[in-house]
């Protein structure tokens, strides 16, 4: 079956250190693999994305993230947290649709910026 | 560009009511998905729209339908609404094809009482 798995729901870094939120994908296929933001009160933003090629991938607002098909994962990371980070982060998989995608998400992990 | 719209943003609806949803797709775009996303969840897939038509579903009762119009706008139905279906409901839309990005919606918050 196809599925994401964030295993830490909540995470608390101190302003200016490194991060990384982890993700592991269940999914028979090729995938496609996103890392989406949200924000209190606000919509999904699309940090960065995976299709093919390069292993690692650079997003917006600093972030990036590597695909290891080794370990069926694709952990998000920042080499220096922001305050602004805090926020909701959704890793989700884009499954076959026709001949579309539809997203398979995780939990999330919520992160916490300490000043 | 306004980017994908949705209305309302907020709604209070009685059990047993029926509601519905609305959203504009971002220009380009020709296909819509909706999520709900339960609070402190993930979003979950409800259905896909393309050319009017219904393409895929999650596993989700037939009290939700949808529809897509002519100009890719699309509208999401619940009906017969039950206290669990309180969350908030995303839209997303895309170009067509399998490389393609999904954009969001701020989502409708439906709460059920």
Known sequence: AQSVT??????????GASLELRCNYSYGATPYLFWYVQSPGQ???????????????QGIKGFEA????SQSSFNLRKPSVHWSDAAEYFCAVGARAGNNRKLIWGLGTSLAVNP | DAGVTQS????????????????????GHDT????????????????????EEERQR????????????????SELN????????????????????????????????????
């Open chain 2, 8 to 27: 309302p943003t907020h709604l209070i609806k009685t059990r047993g009511q029926q509601v519905t949803l609305r959203c504009s797709p971002k220009s």
């Open chain 1, 43 to 57: 919509g999904l933003q699309l940090l960065l994305k995976y299709f093919s090629g390069d292993t690692l991938v």
């Open chain 2, 58 to 73: 999650g596993n989700f009762p037939d009290r939700f339908s949808g529809h897509q119009f002519p100009n890719y706008s």
């Open chain 1, 6 to 15: 964030q295993p830490d729901i909540h995470i608390t870094v101190s302003e």
């Open chain 2, 78 to 113: 619940v009906n017969a609404l039950l206290l669990g279906d309180s969350a908030l409901y995303l839209c997303a839309s895309s170009p067509t094809g399998m490389n393609t990005e999904a954009f969001f919606g701020q989502g409708t918050r439906l709460t059920v009482v």
């Open chain 1, 66 to 69: 590597e695909f290891k098909r």
């Open chain 2, 32 to 51: 819509v998905s909706w999520y709900q996303q339960a609070l402190g969840q993930g979003p979950q897939f409800i259905f896909q729209y393309y050319e």
